[in-house]
């Protein structure tokens, strides 16, 4: 199941890259859901095997948190 209960679907770790823009539906508390952001990579070696980040206000938010067991999509960010 790669879509939320409305039908849309998540960004897929597959197609997901730098420069994507992106919308996310949680409340992460560090910025304001629904708000659209760019995907960031993390040069940082200890960051290299999951880079992505958006930033929020208390710097790099990494979203590999949001991928799900299958490791397939991203829960509760989009694509736009
Ligand atoms: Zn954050």
Redesign the pocket.
Known sequence: MCTDLNGLAYATVANLKPGDIVTCDID????VPGQRKRIMKSKAQEDANWPLY?R??????FIEPQIDESRTFYIGIYPT
Do not use: R, S, T, W
């Open positions: 992460f508390g560090c910025f958006i929020c206000k208390h710097g790099k938010h």
